[in-house]
């Protein structure tokens, strides 16, 4: 038990979520330019080590101990409306936000007298998603208030939010929030009926957002509001920013009803809030509204995604720790053969879909700067939607094998492990569920074809490769799944939304496969072996009775 002991505390406070990442730092490597890597990689490591240590013992004091609680009035009895929260969650909040994983996006950093990009952004979010999901979510809230503000607002309400929204220390900072959920509507954001009544040049908006996050937290909220005389559905919406206070410090004619008490991510306030009259600044074409906040929805899912790449790696530390330290029989589980099989699939699932994630961040970042072919603006949107779905759910699953992997320890509180299993489960809903992302896939296809694009694309880069056996093997599914699809583009509307979600996992597994090839490629080694163990666990190439490469090749990768 000292043993165990020993290895817990050692891996809880001990170590740096950078060091030692090995797929992370290629990336930056492959994808920066020589001064950007040399900067990214030392506040990495500073950030990494961090997540590790004070922001992850903060982490566990917030989800059992000192969550965020709102404080309708003050003592003399008048509305405020504040969310009280911990002083360490305070202390995440300021070392966070300087290392500008929302400000360098839009800014300079001073050292390098050039703009960061996101994946320097996504980086610094895959750490501290180790440790914090629900702390991330308010960061990704703000990176969307961010890139509505700099790519739509005017000039006078960009200079009033955007400069508050990307500090880093030299001013006030300005969380964002983007409110769209309202009671009736859900995910048909088309029946919202929050009101804005023009008065003067600006508005002013009446209803109730009902679950909003970062409420009482945020500085500025961007709203969907419908302008009176406005047509139904999504066309009649308009986007606004909000302040959260007035010109006099006082709730800006909106408050908080309650906090909702959530089973995880439990230190961002996630609430109800009601406005009498807010004064709201119009962001950008009044028509347009819907389709803006759809493309920060599209960013927020890509934060979904780096958050459960983030808790997949805590989830297999912990558990290659915990099997390592743990004997039983004489010898440690790492060596038998049932664990090793477990640990090494689950490294090649985490280092192909770490991958696949910032694969697509790559071409995320060309696209937010306008400079993506029209191809792939449309293959980024269903990129987002695949890996969006699977990451999350493949979130959960690691979780579970953590928690089994500790036995009864991982049931206790004491552990990380069910906070990983509580925080891993809101991120299948987050930002669209399964569903509502099946929906993404069949509009994709039947408006843009996108699934010929997708075949295209993917055959253009495996025909890239060297030929070999594993190869082939992943040849011979792009074959059939590009059958798959031709059958299911011109299928009727019920079969389409039926086959929505097992095709959506297909097309994940076929885009995971490529990326695990081109390392395997590009960098050799162990990565090789996570191509090939990789490929055989997800398209089940094994016999029965034959030795699986998952504890063949399990040295190589653990």
């Not at 390098?112 to 998603?129: P, T």
């Not at 959260?244 to 908080?256: A, F, I, M, S, Y």
């Not at 909702?260 to 996630?270: E, F």
């Not at 991982?410 to 299993?421: K, N």
Request: charged share 25%.
């Amino acid at each position: 038990m000292k043993v165990l002991k020993e290895s817990a505390e050692k891996s809880e406070y001990s170590a740096n979520f950078f060091t030692g990442d090995e797929t992370l730092m290629r990336i930056l490597k492959e994808k920066l330019p020589h001064d950007f890597y040399e900067y990214a990689v030392e506040q990495l490591m500073d950030y990494g080590k961090k997540c590790a240590n004070e922001i992850d013992k903060r982490a566990k004091f917030t989800d059992r101990d000192g969550q965020p609680v709102l404080k309708r009035y003050d003592k003399y009895g008048e509305e405020v409306s504040e969310v009280w929260v911990n002083e360490g969650y305070e202390k995440t909040v300021e070392e966070s936000y300087r290392t500008g994983m929302v400000g360098y996006v839009h800014k300079e950093i001073p050292e390098l007298n050039e703009k960061g990009n996101y994946l320097y952004s996504f980086s610094l979010g895959y750490l501290v998603s180790q440790t914090d999901p629900g702390f991330y979510c308010p960061v990704t809230l703000t990176m969307a208030t961010a890139y509505l503000l700099d790519h739509y607002a005017d000039d006078e309400v960009k200079k009033r939010f955007l400069p508050h929204v990307c500090a880093t220390g030299e001013m006030e900072l300005y969380e964002g929030a983007t409110f769209l959920t309202e009671r009736q509507g859900g995910s048909d954001v088309g029946a919202n009926v929050v009101k804005a009544v023009q008065a003067g040049d600006h508005y002013r908006l009446y209803g109730e957002k009902y679950f909003a996050s970062n409420a009482g937290r945020c500085g500025v909220a961007m709203v969907l509001a419908r302008r009176e005389g406005a047509p139904e559905g999504t066309k009649g919406l308009t986007l606004f920013a909000v302040p959260w206070n007035g010109e006099d410090g006082k709730p800006n004619q909106l408050h908080v009803r309650r906090l909702k008490d959530k089973l995880g991510v439990r230190s961002v306030p996630s609430g109800e809030v009601e406005f009498d009259g807010a004064i709201a600044y119009v962001v950008g074409d009044e028509t347009r509204g819907f389709y803006y906040m759809m493309e920060a929805l599209n960013l927020s899912r890509i934060c979904n995604a780096v958050a459960s790449i983030g808790i997949m790696k805590r989830a297999y530390q912990e558990a290659r720790q915990y099997a390592e330290a743990r004997h039983a029989f004489g010898q440690s589980l790492l060596q038998l053969p049932m664990i090793k099989q477990t640990l090494s699939r689950l490294q090649a699932k985490l280092e192909v879909e770490v991958a696949a994630v910032f694969d697509l961040i790559t071409l995320y970042d060309k696209v937010a700067a306008g400079e993506a072919s029209e191809m792939e603006v449309i293959l980024h949107r269903l990129y987002i939607a695949i890996l969006k779905k699977e990451t999350a759910e493949t979130a959960i699953h690691f979780t579970h094998e953590a928690i089994e992997m500790h036995g009864g320890n991982g049931y206790i509180e004491d552990f990380v492990t069910p906070r990983l299993l509580r925080d891993a489960q809101v991120l299948t809903v987050w930002e669209g569920t399964a569903n509502v992302l099946g929906q993404e896939l069949i509009r994709l296809v039947n408006k843009f074809s996108a699934h010929e694009l997708f075949i295209e694309a993917m055959a253009d880069r495996l025909e890239a490769l060297q030929p070999c056996e594993t190869n082939e093997i992943v040849s011979g599914e792009l074959n059939l799944l590009a059958a798959q699809l031709q059958e299911y583009a011109a299928s009727e509307a019920i079969i389409q939304q039926l086959e929505a979600k097992p095709l959506m996992q297909k097309l994940a597994y076929l885009y995971e496969s490529i990326v695990a090839l081109e390392w395997a490629e590009r960098y050799g080694g162990k990565y090789e072996a996570i191509a090939q163990i990789y490929i055989e666990t997800t398209w089940k190439t094994n016999q029965f009775g034959k030795k699986q490469k998952s504890v063949e090749l399990a040295e190589r990768v653990l």
